[in-house]
């Protein structure tokens, strides 16, 4: 089984930064792909930013620019770095680890973004 712990979610004025870690744990084998999923009210979850064990990395063109992802292998530990943030960004960001085909998900951390 594979545990996946977000932080760092909470309120921000639009043009701010916020910083997701996700902390992943139990069995984790090399190889595999890591992402950042958000899910908006009346909205279906979408793919914001993934990352593979190699670093290989693609975005949501509405956040190209302005968020980053990484990862720390030896940490098994997730990053989402956003800045400018728009009142769009609102939303419910989870965890994502995609192992032998199986998907892993973390509790999710909420992101909201005045104006």
């Known amino acids: 089984q594979v545990q996946l712990v977000e932080s760092g979610g909470g309120l921000v004025q639009a043009g701010g930064s916020l910083r997701l870690s996700c902390a992943a744990s139990?069995?984790?084998?090399?190889?595999?792909?890591m992402g950042w999923y958000r899910q908006a009210p009346g909205k279906q979850r979408e793919l914001v930013a993934a990352?593979?064990?190699?670093?290989?990395?693609n975005y949501l063109d509405s956040v190209k620019g302005r968020f980053t992802i990484s990862r720390d292998n030896a940490k098994n530990t997730l990053y989402l770095q956003m800045n400018s943030l728009k009142p769009e960004d609102t939303a419910v960001y989870y965890c994502n680890l995609r192992q032998y085909s199986l998907d892993y998900w973390g509790q999710g951390t909420q992101v909201t973004v005045s104006s």
């Open positions: 990352i593979t064990s190699g670093g290989g990395t």
């Open positions: 139990g069995r984790i084998y090399s190889g595999n792909a």
